[in-house]
């Protein structure tokens, strides 16, 4: 059963349109690109995906809950500057609605280890690097557990080795039945780890391209 | 740390992060809540003045003069009749003369009145229910019509006004507390709107992870809650020192009941709930987006 399903979903931002009669599903553990030049309704697409926003016209369906069980990770890190590394991670759980403190200390631990900011918990978003802000971004959107991580542009103001790293860990994710839907510019990422590939101009859906590698070995 | 415990803690950040806008917000909050605490205590001292005007309610009858025994029992059993009686009290006029005496203590004096002119009299004491301005006049005036009554007295006249006083300062200040109430709903509105506006970024991040009511809202509603209960408590300890400076001299201005200030206490900190939710709730949309 499809984790998130758009059924002929159009998105108008006033009299903009953005999104374009877009039917998609998306399954677990699925690794999709949404690829497209500026303008094409990827970030649009995003936001749907997440439940962040209606469409104007067709349907979102997902499970009960689902808003809850979706990470999201952006091109601008967006940590809170006045709390550490551990506190914007753990904000992450209790947005998620876990607020039991050994509870979150035994979610935020393994992530500090997998993210490599074990001994950084209690340094502030000012004194990190930009790839170590991305990585504490990645780890309060997977400290939720989500089956859904959305990431857009996610490697968008990284270096390559940061950008490589971000890659890789959220792949790690994607083998935990977590679905990881990556909206990029850089159409590189999709060859050097393939996915389902989304292509929109427009609005439109121009392909919808499954996985070139069978899943699970890529 | 759960959600009571998230709570105080944001309030601690914002706190301290916001201490001089925090502060001057107290104060102005402080500064006006004064004025209303003050106006009630000069309130509760007018309503403990006419309180005590309104125990001097006895009203005194004066009767006839040549009046028999049997007249005197008339009027006693008439007045026992009238509604709003508790009791009454016979006052011969030597009684009345001995007490005169007593009162004067200047013998010359007594010796130019020449012999007892006092008449003897009724003193007519009220029902709970009639110990009152209003109680006082209605029975005076019943006691007028009945028969060998020559003249009545009371100090009903003093007590109306006194109570017309009362009143007045009542309306003044509920009119008062209405203009207070708003401005201490400004002042938390505005220092919530304030410290909504230097936490932007953090509450678009926020809002972009889903997080809802327990860390967009409730902070700032804490906050506000929080600031207006500190400013109606430092209230209470500015107005307890201005009472006791007071009270060194000769003017006294009574402190209001333990109850009424917990009261006092708890509308400002409710003032300062309401005021940070209407901060919050017309917050332009435009600022979260």
């Not at chain 1, 949404?34 to 697409?45: E, I, M």
């Not at chain 1, 469409?55 to 069980?69: I, K, L, S």
């Not at chain 1, 959220?170 to 977590?178: A, I, L």
Request: with cysteine; proline share 4%; glycine share 10%.
């Amino acid at each position: 059963m499809a984790l998130i399903r758009l059924e002929r979903v159009t998105k108008y931002y006033k009299n903009r349109l953005a999104l374009s009669d877009v039917t998609l599903s998306f399954e677990p553990s699925e690794w999709v690109y949404v690829t497209g030049p500026s303008g094409a309704g990827k970030s649009t697409l995003l936001k749907l995906v997440s439940l962040a926003e209606r469409p104007t016209r067709g349907r979102v369906e997902a499970e009960r809950g689902m808003r809850r069980a979706i990470g999201m990770l952006g091109q601008e890190f967006r940590l809170l500057h006045d709390r550490n590394v551990y506190e914007n991670i753990a904000l992450g759980c209790r947005i998620s609605g876990v607020w039991d403190k050994e509870e979150i200390a035994e979610r935020v631990a393994p992530l500090l280890d997998e993210m490599g900011l074990r001994g950084m918990e209690g340094i502030y978003p000012g004194e990190l690097s930009a790839g170590e802000k991305q990585r504490v971004a990645l780890a309060r959107a997977l400290v939720r557990h989500p089956r859904v991580l959305i990431a857009d542009e996610p490697t968008g103001n990284l270096d390559p080795t940061a950008a490589a790293q971000i890659f890789s860990l959220m792949r790690q994710y994607r083998d935990r039945e977590t679905m990881v839907l990556v909206a990029t510019h850089a159409e590189d990422w999709t060859q050097r780890h393939p996915g389902r590939v989304i292509r929109l101009e427009q609005g439109v859906v121009r392909s919808d391209l499954a996985s070139p590698v069978p899943e699970g070995k890529a | 740390m759960g959600k009571l415990g998230y709570l105080f803690g944001e309030l601690w950040r914002t706190l301290s992060r916001h201490r001089t806008l925090c502060l001057a917000s107290v104060l102005s909050m402080s500064s006006i809540l004064l004025i209303l605490l003050l106006f009630m205590m000069v309130l509760t001292g007018v309503d403990r003045y006419t309180e005590q005007l309104e125990s001097r309610e006895e009203i005194s009858i004066f009767l006839n003069e040549g009046l028999s025994r049997s007249d005197v029992d008339v009027l006693a059993a008439r007045l026992r009749l009238l509604p709003g009686v508790d009791s009454i009290r016979f006052v011969s006029k030597d009684e009345a003369w001995e007490q005169f005496r007593a009162d004067v203590g200047d013998e010359a004096l007594l010796q130019a009145v020449g012999g007892n002119p006092l008449p003897a009299s009724f003193v007519v004491r009220p029902t709970t229910g009639y110990r009152n301005a209003e109680g006082v006049r209605s029975i005076a005036r019943q006691a007028e019509t009945l028969p060998y009554v020559e003249d009545v007295r009371y100090a009903g006249e003093w007590v109306l006004r006194a109570e017309q006083v009362a009143r007045t300062l009542h309306q003044i200040g509920a009119v008062l507390g209405l203009i207070i109430l708003t401005g201490v709903l400004f002042v938390v509105g505005a220092t919530t709107r304030l410290a909504i506006q230097t936490r932007l970024d953090s509450l678009h991040v926020i809002r972009t992870l889903g997080g809802g009511f327990m860390f967009t809202e409730a902070p700032y509603l804490a906050e506000g809650f929080v600031l207006a209960t500190i400013s109606a408590g430092i209230t209470i300890l500015l107005a307890r020192g201005i009472h006791d400076y007071l009270a060194e001299g000769l003017f006294h201005l009574p402190m209001p009941s333990n109850e009424v200030l917990l009261g006092f206490a708890g509308v400002g900190g409710l003032l300062g709930l309401v005021g940070s939710w209407i901060a919050v709730v017309t917050l332009p949309r435009k600022w979260l987006l």
